[in-house]
């Protein structure tokens, strides 16, 4: 498949509304597929360029790229970051820019879209001194080569932003239409191999064997999430109940065969170097190979420590030694997706818990079964008092839906409203605060990923952490009007807020009274912040109360 045939539909894309014919012109497309362009074309109209277990990154940001196309229309920089300040919109001014190029590099041939592909993976197995200048080599031949149309999808792919509302629930329908499977398969195939493009690839060439796919070691799975609730309703819509304490600390996944081992983060991101004492006591707590799945929690005199003492440890890169022996951190396990190879997740929780609690010898987290709410209550009150964040109520029979945030788990925290939101972009503070960002702009998504902003937050931030926030985010920003900056949408905040108001201010059509920083969760992917249908819940359950 050529790219420009690839940008071609993804242009017509921008164009639709309806979901249904999303579905319908997808469907219609996949199975005219190479073997070869199938799960590439797939990941690529999600915005994606490697599968979602995958470790690879094109470490490609915005300042790289604006240098690599100011070279390629021959402008200096600044000309590319005015025009990308005054649109917002980096792939339209990129193909805007690209109409009025002075020159090139090279003779313009056809891209293929394996080829970007190729170059793209090249790109992520780049390291060393000289890797910035190969990546900025790489870009560049793409964009040399690119027509203005290939051009904008360029862009959006090496930023991971393809903004045409192609959502994983289309992708889904699409192949379960387009190769005649149903759709509950593709569901429990793409929570097993979390890759949509092999999904698409299997559904193609062996449809039988979609519906045999097991969970693989040290691919990681999207983990099961859970949604605000109440005692009483939970144990009104299913009687028994698996009550656990809620840690405020940072979710694991944790693979083990043999010998070798890894642990990667919520987002998927290995933290095996990061936390070698926390790799020795689970293979030491085990002689099975398994995944499972589990919170890290920070200690000091047998009280939790607040979550940010985890991320410390998350975070730090060198010198690892030096801080275990400051940050006390301690696994806590409450879940395996595998054991011995074989994979668990359709066993209902009470099965998987016999199963746990028989192959681990330690760091199993507490827990009790209940259907009376006053003893359900009491736990959580003891739990509360122990320095955790509330409980999590779990049905018996239920399932583990990676990447699912259903009924079937729920969080029970003291009646302080938060909610997870992606940070888009920011505008400068005043007086002593000039040179960082003074408030941020926070948005939740559609369901098809899209993101529709929401609040701002300025409240709750003190200057230390401002100035942490201007660090982080001072690489991201992609485009600057005036007082106010756009960032790349990967940074998630907590905020908590007094009440959710209807608003035309914001295109969420909702708006957070007396939003109030919470604090960072960069344990946390983008696409995990707060639905419109979530939103709706919400705002729902609020005026019932």
């Known amino acids: 498949m050529l790219f420009r045939e690839f940008a071609e539909l993804c242009d017509r894309f921008e164009t639709i509304s309806s979901r249904l014919a999303m579905i319908d012109t997808l469907a219609e497309i996949f199975p005219f597929l190479?073997?070869?362009?199938?799960?590439?074309?797939?990941?690529?109209?999600?915005?994606?360029?490697?599968?979602?277990?995958?470790?690879?990154?094109?470490?490609?940001?915005?300042?790289?790229?604006?240098?690599?196309?100011?070279?390629?229309?021959?402008?200096?920089?600044?000309?590319?970051?005015?025009?990308?300040?005054?649109?917002?919109?980096?792939?339209?001014?990129?193909?805007?820019?690209?109409?009025?190029?002075?020159?090139?590099?090279?003779?313009?041939?056809?891209?293929?879209?394996?080829?970007?592909?190729?170059?793209?993976?090249?790109?992520?197995?780049?390291?060393?001194?000289?890797?910035?200048?190969?990546?900025?080599?790489?870009?560049?031949?793409?964009?040399?080569?690119?027509s203005p149309l290939e051009g904008r999808y360029l862009s959006r792919l090496m930023l991971e932003e393809m903004r045409i509302g192609v959502g994983e629930g289309v992708v889904h329908e699409a192949i379960s239409k387009g190769f005649s499977v149903p759709i509950n398969i593709v569901e429990r195939a793409h929570q097993a191999l979390n890759d949509l493009g092999e999904v698409a690839f299997l559904a193609k060439t062996d449809p039988t064997a979609l519906a045999n796919v097991h969970i693989t070691s040290f691919r990681p799975v999207k983990v099961m999430l859970a949604q605000a609730g109440s005692i009483a309703n939970m144990v009104m819509a299913h009687g028994f109940l698996a009550a656990e304490n809620k840690y405020d600390g940072s979710r694991f996944q944790f693979h083990k065969v043999g010998d070798q081992t890894a642990i990667y983060s919520r987002r998927l991101e290995e933290m095996t170097a990061s936390l070698p004492d926390v790799i020795a006591m689970l293979s030491a707590a085990t002689d099975h190979d398994v995944i499972i799945d589990g919170e890290i929690i920070a200690m000091q005199n047998g009280k939790p420590m607040p979550f940010q003492m985890v991320l410390r440890r998350i975070r730090r890169k060198r010198d690892v030694t030096a801080v275990t022996n400051t940050i006390h951190i301690h696994p806590c396990v409450f879940d395996i997706l595998v054991c011995d190879g074989e994979t668990l997740i359709d066993r209902p929780l009470s099965e998987r818990r016999k199963i746990?609690?028989?192959?681990?010898?330690?760091?199993?987290?507490?827990?009790?079964?209940?259907?009376?709410?006053?003893?359900?209550?009491?736990?959580?009150?003891?739990?509360?008092?122990?320095?955790?964040?509330?409980?999590?109520?779990?049905?018996?029979?239920?399932?583990?839906?990676?990447?699912?945030?259903?009924?079937?788990?729920?969080?029970?925290?003291?009646?302080?409203?938060?909610?997870?939101?992606?940070?888009?972009?920011?505008?400068?503070?005043?007086?002593?605060?000039?040179?960082?960002?003074?408030?941020?702009?926070?948005?939740?998504?559609?369901?098809n990923g899209e993101l529709l902003e929401l609040s701002r937050v300025a409240t709750g931030i003190d200057d230390a952490m401002l100035a942490e926030l201007y660090d982080l985010f001072k690489d991201k920003i992609v485009a600057k009007r005036d007082k106010t900056v756009v960032f790349e949408p990967d940074v998630v905040f907590e905020v908590g807020y007094a009440e959710l108001q209807k608003s035309t201010t914001y295109a969420a059509g909702y708006a957070l009274r007396f939003p109030r920083f919470v604090r960072l969760r960069d344990d946390k992917d983008p696409s995990e912040v707060e639905t419109i249908d979530s939103l709706f819940h919400r705002y729902g359950m609020q005026n019932k109360a």
């Open 34 to 146: 190479s073997l070869e362009d199938l799960p590439v074309f797939v990941r690529f109209m999600r915005g994606k360029i490697f599968p979602d277990w995958s470790s690879e990154r094109l470490r490609f940001g915005p300042r790289l790229l604006y240098e690599v196309l100011a070279y390629v229309i021959g402008k200096k920089q600044q000309f590319v970051i005015s025009a990308i300040n005054s649109s917002g919109d980096t792939g339209l001014v990129v193909e805007k820019l690209l109409e009025k190029r002075e020159q090139t590099m090279f003779l313009s041939d056809d891209l293929e879209l394996l080829e970007v592909y190729a170059r793209f993976l090249q790109m992520a197995k780049m390291s060393g001194r000289k890797s910035q200048q190969e990546r900025m080599r790489s870009a560049l031949y793409l964009l040399s080569n690119a």
């Open 356 to 447: 746990l609690e028989s192959v681990m010898k330690n760091f199993v987290t507490p827990q009790i079964v209940s259907d009376l709410p006053e003893v359900i209550e009491n736990y959580y009150h003891a739990a509360l008092d122990s320095g955790n964040e509330g409980i999590m109520l779990k049905a018996l029979h239920s399932p583990y839906l990676p990447g699912n945030r259903g009924k079937l788990w729920i969080k029970i925290k003291p009646e302080v409203d938060t909610i997870d939101l992606v940070v888009t972009g920011a505008e400068w503070g005043e007086g002593k605060r000039a040179k960082m960002f003074g408030s941020f702009l926070l948005a939740c998504q559609d369901e």
